[in-house]
């Protein structure tokens, strides 16, 4: 085994490129739906073998970024999605969306592999310097330019009894958990002990044993909960808009909101109508009188001037609009035009969201009051990819998510996006309600356990009591700053410890 990485030490560059992105390609099959988080386990365990005998920060830096590189092509190849909707004016775009999102994400992991160069010198140091140094790139990513922390190491675990660790490190802290993981994998196998054996068979049954002790069953809610209906439409992205097509799916979700039962609430997905909401749009009384004068939230698009919103809306008897929320963490490119506002300052209204292009953000995170029902966090869409979104308010008594996912395709995008919905159950501790257009629509509970749902590409409603939520996580009341603290005093202590060994 050490002549192996005595091999690997002398690769040459050519050879660590199609390693490394092998190594992120692996760590990729970790993410739903390929779930299999023992080859997620086992590609960050190579790209520690890769790293821990490189000399130089820049040649650490290449392997992390082709590494990242491999993971982000897998993880992400449902980015080229949306511009397959109208394949004649947007198709052409598709290879340069992944091509650019792949190389350009996976900078963060060369930036990590860089520090960990930097911080200690090759051999068993580097082992306990990457796991903290690619986690704090992948926290850096979750908040730069407006961050983007999808598909983080972590959620290999979103569908396993580990995810419970969220309500605790939260999902950058279960990052650096698998890291950690493959890197006493490597260090197993390279200094072979029974103590390093013993520690990789652990690593590997442990989590199987404890799906077995303690299996995943839904916290449905007791009696007296409230029960929230949740519509699906099924309108296709492409469909959704068209105007011979539009007013089916509008009188499909009335027909659903209409159909026998007694809701506490009814929840439309992102954007469920195909007008601009205004007090007194006709649709809007016609939504109240299907749901029988009780409460509906529904996803829509409203306008204030030339100004745009996409936005949840609850709505009380007669259709009229009792709150307002605004979406405030836009997609960029998709939504807005980053910079679009010094675009203006220099004469370029093209791009201002304030001339009317593009989305306006709103304030920010907001509870709405349900009264019977509690207070709700709405969530839309790319919302609930975001755990630091989920704090700044007054602690909610559930979460309520919104989205379109048509825009996802069907494979890869709408699950990723449901278990990362999932995650922010179990960071809060607290149930969540997730309507989506297309599917999947589900009701998860506190533990991030999901229950009654209606699966992709599916028509249809579904009546779900509301499950209980759960005292304030340790997550939930102190965020990412302990890990970014103790991460940042780890790695400065290393890099002290290399200055003062002079390596």
């Given at each position: 085994?050490?002549?192996?990485?005595?091999?690997?030490?002398?690769?040459?560059?050519?050879?660590?490129?199609?390693?490394?992105?092998?190594?992120?390609?692996?760590?990729?099959?970790?993410?739903?739906?390929?779930?299999?988080?023992?080859?997620?386990?086992?590609?960050?365990?190579?790209?520690?073998?890769?790293?821990?005998?490189?000399?130089?920060?820049?040649?650490?830096?290449?392997?992390?970024?082709?590494?990242?590189?491999?993971?982000?092509?897998?993880?992400?190849?449902?980015?080229?999605?949306?511009?397959?909707?109208?394949?004649?004016?947007?198709?052409?775009m598709?290879?340069?969306?992944?091509?650019?999102?792949?190389?350009?994400?996976?900078?963060?992991?060369g930036?990590?592999?860089?520090?960990?160069?930097?911080?200690?010198?090759?051999?068993?140091?580097?082992?306990?310097?990457?796991?903290?140094?690619?986690?704090?790139?992948e926290?850096?990513?979750?908040?730069?330019?407006?961050?983007?922390?999808?598909?983080?190491?972590?959620?290999v675990?979103?569908?396993?009894?580990?995810?419970?660790?969220?309500?605790?490190?939260g999902?950058?802290?279960l990052?650096?958990?698998?890291?950690?993981?493959?890197?006493?994998?490597?260090?197993?196998?390279?200094?072979?002990?029974?103590?390093?054996?013993?520690?990789?068979?652990a690593?590997?049954?442990?989590?199987?044993?404890?799906?077995?002790?303690?299996?995943?069953?839904?916290?449905?809610?007791?009696?007296?909960?409230?029960?929230?209906?949740?519509?699906?439409?099924?309108?296709?992205?492409?469909?959704?808009?068209?105007?011979?097509?539009?007013?089916?799916?509008?009188?499909?979700?009335?027909?659903?909101t209409?159909?026998?039962?007694?809701?506490?609430?009814?929840?439309w997905?992102?954007?469920?109508?195909?007008?601009?909401?205004?007090?007194?749009?006709?649709?809007?009384?016609?939504?109240?009188?299907?749901?029988?004068?009780?409460?509906?939230?529904?996803?829509?698009?409203?306008?204030?001037?030339?100004?745009?919103?996409?936005?949840?809306?609850?709505?009380?008897?007669?259709?009229?609009?009792?709150?307002?929320?605004?979406?405030?963490?836009?997609?960029?490119?998709?939504?807005?035009?980053p910079?679009?506002?010094?675009?203006?300052?220099?004469?370029?209204?093209?791009?201002?969201?304030?001339?009317?292009?593009?989305?306006?953000?709103?304030p920010?995170?907001?509870?709405?009051?349900?009264?019977?029902?509690?207070?709700?966090?709405?969530?839309?869409?790319?919302?609930?990819?975001?755990?630091?979104?989920?704090?700044?308010?007054?602690?909610?008594?559930?979460?309520?998510?919104?989205?379109n996912?048509?825009?996802?395709?069907?494979?890869?995008?709408?699950?990723?996006?449901?278990?990362?919905?999932?995650?922010?159950?179990?960071?809060?501790?607290?149930?969540?309600?997730?309507?989506?257009?297309?599917?999947?629509?589900?009701?998860?509970?506190?533990?991030?356990?999901m229950?009654?749902?209606?699966?992709?590409?599916?028509?249809?409603?579904?009546?779900?009591?509301?499950?209980?939520?759960?005292?304030?996580?340790?997550?939930?009341?102190?965020?990412?700053?302990?890990?970014?603290?103790?991460?940042?005093?780890?790695?400065?202590?290393?890099?002290?410890?290399?200055?003062?060994?002079?390596?």
């Amino acid at each position: 085994m050490a002549d192996r990485f005595a091999l690997l030490a002398r690769a040459t560059r050519r050879q660590i490129a199609v390693l490394a992105i092998g190594a992120g390609i692996l760590a990729g099959f970790g993410q739903v739906p390929f779930s299999q988080p023992h080859l997620g386990l086992a590609g960050f365990a190579l790209l520690c073998a890769l790293l821990i005998d490189r000399a130089g920060w820049r040649a650490a830096a290449f392997a992390g970024w082709c590494a990242g590189i491999g993971y982000f092509a897998l993880t992400l190849h449902w980015i080229v999605e949306p511009f397959l909707v109208d394949v004649a004016r947007h198709g052409w775009m598709a290879p340069f969306a992944l091509i650019l999102s792949a190389t350009g994400f996976a900078l963060f992991w060369g930036l990590g592999a860089a520090i960990a160069a930097l911080v200690t010198p090759p051999g068993a140091w580097r082992l306990i310097a990457f796991p903290l140094a690619l986690s704090a790139a992948e926290m850096l990513r979750g908040y730069v330019l407006t961050g983007f922390p999808w598909a983080l190491p972590g959620y290999v675990f979103s569908e396993g009894i580990i995810a419970r660790g969220a309500a605790l490190v939260g999902s950058y802290g279960l990052s650096l958990l698998v890291l950690a993981m493959g890197a006493v994998c490597v260090a197993a196998l390279r200094w072979r002990t029974w103590a390093g054996v013993a520690v990789l068979a652990a690593l590997v049954l442990l989590p199987r044993l404890g799906e077995t002790l303690w299996p995943q069953v839904f916290a449905a809610g007791g009696p007296g909960a409230p029960v929230i209906r949740l519509i699906q439409p099924n309108a296709p992205q492409e469909e959704k808009w068209d105007p011979d097509r539009a007013l089916m799916f509008f009188d499909r979700q009335l027909e659903y909101t209409a159909a026998p039962g007694m809701p506490d609430l009814t929840v439309w997905p992102e954007t469920s109508i195909p007008w601009a909401a205004e007090p007194g749009h006709p649709a809007l009384a016609d939504i109240s009188r299907a749901a029988g004068g009780r409460p509906v939230v529904i996803g829509a698009q409203r306008f204030d001037g030339l100004r745009a919103f996409n936005s949840a809306l609850l709505l009380g008897e007669g259709g009229e609009i009792v709150t307002t929320y605004d979406k405030h963490h836009l997609v960029p490119f998709g939504e807005f035009i980053p910079l679009g506002q010094l675009a203006r300052a220099v004469g370029l209204r093209s791009f201002a969201a304030r001339d009317g292009f593009g989305f306006t953000a709103g304030p920010g995170p907001q509870v709405i009051d349900l009264g019977p029902l509690g207070k709700a966090l709405p969530l839309i869409c790319y919302e609930a990819v975001f755990p630091q979104d989920l704090r700044g308010t007054t602690r909610p008594d559930w979460l309520l998510q919104i989205t379109n996912d048509a825009w996802f395709g069907t494979f890869a995008g709408p699950q990723q996006h449901l278990a990362q919905a999932r995650m922010r159950a179990i960071e809060q501790g607290l149930p969540l309600v997730r309507v989506a257009n297309t599917g999947i629509s589900a009701v998860i509970d506190a533990h991030g356990v999901m229950g009654p749902s209606l699966a992709l590409g599916v028509a249809g409603h579904l009546d779900v009591a509301l499950p209980r939520a759960l005292a304030p996580t340790l997550y939930s009341r102190t965020g990412d700053l302990p890990l970014a603290l103790l991460l940042i005093v780890l790695l400065g202590g290393l890099m002290l410890l290399r200055l003062r060994n002079g390596d």
